[in-house]
C-alpha cells in the first residue's frame, strides 16, 4: 500500500479526531495517486497515522478508515456496521425507516444506508466508497439480511470526486412501485427508485412529533411538503385543515395519496408552486394560519455560497410571517451546515423584528438520533429546527 505523506505538523486534524485532511495539508504530489486508491497515512517523519482513501481531485484529499494498521475489507466494514446497527437498534428499535450508516458520523465516511422495511438503500458520494462497492454490498448482507438493495448515488456532490450519477439494483429484490410503511407515526408512501434522496426524508423524526401537541385545532401550512410527513401529522393530531405545498408535482400526488391512505384527504388542500411565489400568493389572498412550517432544502451549497442562502432563507422567513397571525407558531427549518444554530437563530430574530413582530423560542430540535453527529467533526451537524411562538 502507498504511503501519503503529510506536511509537518498537519496531523492535528487527525490526532483531534478528524476523519479529513485537505489537500493543501499533504506533502506528496497528489498526482502519484488514483481517486479511490487506499493508503497508509504518515506524519512527515514516517510515523504511520490511519489508513483511508485519497481523491486527488477532491479538496478533502483523505478520508480516514481506520487508525489501525488494517486491510480494508468485507470483514472491516461489517464490523463498523455492526456497531452502527447496535445504535440503531437501541435507540430507534422496531422502527419501520432508519438511516443505518450515516457517513462519517459512524466513521464509513462517503456511504450513507437508509433501511425501509427489508430493502436498503445506499448511497456513495466518494470515489474511495466506490471502488468498495463489491465488499460494501457483501456486507449489507451479512448484517441485515436485505431482501434487496439499491444504489440511490444519483446525487451532484459525485462529481467533486470525478464520479458519475448512478442507479439502480445492487442485489435481490426491490419494488418498482412506492412501499408503504410507517414513518413518525404516519403510513407513508417510499418511491425507492426515483423519490427524492433514498425515498424518504429521515431527519426529522423527532422534529415532526412536536406537531402532535401544537397543531390541534389548528389551519396549518406545510411548505417544502414532499409526500406530506408533517402536514399529515398535524391533520392527525387534529389540524382542522392543512394546505400543502411542493414545486415537485410527483412528490404532491404520493401527498394526496398518503392523505387518501391515513383517511386525511378532507382536511387537506395541495399546491404545486414554488414556495417563495406560493407564500406571497396567499399573503395576496388575505390567508392566515395559526401554524406553519418551513423545511426547505439547504440554499447554502458551499461556503461561497453562505450570502445567498441567507437571503433565501431570511426572504422565505419573511414572506412565511405575512400568513401567520399573530399568536401562532413558526416551525423553521435549515438544512444546511454552513449555517450554525446561533446565526440561523439570528436570522430569524432579524426577520421578526424586520416584521415589528415579537417572538419566544418554544424548541430547538436537530437532526435525528440516527443521523448523529460525531463531536470531533462539527460538519457532520447540518440541520436546525426553530420552534417559534410569534406574537
Ligand atoms: C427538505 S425537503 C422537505 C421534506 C419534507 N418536509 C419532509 O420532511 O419529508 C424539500 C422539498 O422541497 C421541495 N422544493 C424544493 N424547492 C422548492 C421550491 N422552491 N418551492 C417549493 N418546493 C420546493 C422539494 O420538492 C422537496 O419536496
Not at 397543531?215 to 399529515?232: I, K, M, N, P, Q
Request: charged fraction near 25%; charge should be positive; hydrophobic fraction near 40%.
Amino acid at each position: 500500500m502507498k504511503k501519503l505523506r503529510l506536511k509537518r505538523g498537519q496531523e492535528r486534524n487527525i490526532h483531534g479526531g478528524s476523519l479529513w485532511v485537505f489537500s493543501n495539508q499533504i506533502d506528496d504530489s497528489l498526482k502519484n495517486f488514483l481517486p479511490g486508491e487506499m493508503v497508509q497515512l504518515v506524519a512527515r517523519n514516517g510515523r504511520h497515522l490511519g489508513i483511508g482513501y485519497v481523491n486527488p481531485h477532491s479538496l478533502i484529499a483523505f478520508r480516514l478508515l481506520s487508525l489501525d494498521n488494517i486491510e480494508i475489507n468485507t470483514d472491516f466494514l461489517v464490523s463498523r456496521l455492526k456497531v452502527a446497527q447496535q445504535l440503531r437498534n437501541k435507540i430507534l428499535p422496531g422502527e419501520d425507516a432508519v438511516r443505518e450508516v450515516f457517513s462519517e458520523s459512524d466513521q464509513i465516511p462517503g456511504l450513507v444506508v437508509d433501511r425501509y422495511g427489508e430493502v436498503l438503500v445506499l448511497q456513495i458520494a466518494t470515489a474511495g466508497m466506490a471502488a468498495l462497492k463489491t465488499e460494501i454490498v457483501a456486507a449489507l448482507q451479512e448484517v441485515y439480511h436485505p431482501i434487496g438493495i439499491f444504489e440511490r448515488s444519483d446525487i451532484s456532490i459525485r462529481k467533486l470526486e470525478g464520479l458519475e450519477e448512478q442507479s439502480g439494483l445492487l442485489s435481490g429484490k426491490v419494488s418498482p412501485k412506492p412501499i408503504w410503511l410507517q414513518f413518525a407515526g404516519i403510513n407513508l408512501p417510499v418511491d425507492l427508485r426515483h423519490g427524492q434522496k433514498t425515498g424518504l426524508f429521515l431527519d426529522q423524526r423527532n422534529n415532526i412529533q412536536l406537531l402532535e401537541p401544537l397543531a390541534s385545532g389548528c389551519r396549518v401550512l406545510d411548505t417544502f411538503c414532499y409526500v406530506g410527513t408533517w402536514g399529515l401529522k398535524a391533520a392527525k393530531a387534529g389540524a382542522v385543515d392543512v394546505t400543502f405545498m411542493d414545486s415537485s408535482a410527483g412528490a404532491l400526488t404520493l401527498a394526496a395519496s398518503a392523505a387518501r391512505r391515513n383517511k386525511l384527504a378532507d382536511r387537506c388542500q395541495f399546491l404545486k408552486m414554488d414556495a417563495f411565489d406560493g407564500l406571497k400568493n396567499l399573503a395576496g389572498d388575505q390567508r392566515q394560519f395559526d401554524l406553519v412550517i418551513l423545511d426547505p432544502p439547504s440554499f447554502i451549497r458551499s461556503r461561497a455560497h453562505f450570502k445567498e442562502g441567507y437571503k433565501g432563507y431570511f426572504d422565505l422567513n419573511h414572506r412565511a410571517l405575512s400568513v401567520l397571525r399573530p399568536g401562532g407558531v413558526l416551525m423553521t427549518c435549515c438544512c444546511s451546515h454552513h449555517m450554525d444554530e446561533a446565526t440561523f437563530r439570528q436570522l430569524i430574530h432579524t426577520v421578526l423584528r424586520r416584521n415589528n413582530r415579537g417572538g419566544r423560542i418554544v424548541y430547538r430540535g436537530q437532526q435525528g438520533p440516527d443521523h448523529p453527529v460525531l463531536m470531533t467533526m462539527p460538519e457532520t451537524e447540518y440541520l436546525h429546527c426553530l420552534v417559534v411562538n410569534v406574537d
